[in-house]
Nanobody, 122 residues
Framework: QVQLVESGGGLVQAGGSLRLSCAAS???????RAWFRQAPGKEREFVAR????????YYADSVKARFTISRDNVKNTVYLQMNSLKPEDTAVYYCAGSLRTADTDPTSYENWGQGTQVTVSS
C-alpha cells in the first residue's frame, strides 16, 4: 500500500517561509496530488493541487501568490513552498493523492499522509 509521508513543518515567524515535502513510498501514479490543512476546531480545507502529468496547478484564494505547489516526478514527491506566512496559516498540513481528477473536496482523495504541523508566530 502506498504511503505518503510529509516533512518540513515547524515554527516560523510571520513573514517567513517554509517548504513542505510529501514523498510517496511504493508505486504510485496519481492523477492529482494536493495539500490540505486543518486548524484546531476547524474543518480540513483545500490549499493547492497539481495535475501529476501536466503540472497544472490550482490554489485556494487565501494562499494564492504566497504558496507554490510543485512536483518531482522522478522522486515521486510533491512540494509546497510557503512564503509570507501569516499566523492564520497555522495548521496541520496534509498531502493527498487521487488516482482520478480531484478538486478541492477532500473526499475526492484516496491517499493521505499523516500530517505535519506548521506554526506561524506573530
Amino acid at each position: 500500500q502506498v504511503q505518503l509521508v510529509e516533512s518540513g513543518g515547524g515554527l516560523v515567524q510571520a513573514g517567513g517561509s517554509l517548504r513542505l515535502s510529501c514523498a510517496a513510498s511504493g508505486p504510485f501514479s496519481p492523477y492529482t496530488r494536493a495539500w490540505f490543512r486543518q486548524a484546531p476546531g476547524k474543518e480540513r480545507e483545500f490549499v493547492a493541487r497539481i495535475n501529476w502529468n501536466y503540472g497544472s496547478t490550482y490554489y485556494a484564494d487565501s494562499v494564492k501568490a504566497r504558496f507554490t505547489i510543485s512536483r518531482d516526478n522522478v522522486k515521486n514527491t510533491v512540494y509546497l513552498q510557503m512564503n509570507s506566512l501569516k499566523p492564520e496559516d497555522t495548521a496541520v498540513y496534509y498531502c493527498a493523492g487521487s488516482l482520478r481528477t480531484a478538486d478541492t473536496d477532500p473526499t475526492s482523495y484516496e491517499n493521505w499522509g499523516q500530517g505535519t504541523q506548521v506554526t506561524v508566530s506573530s
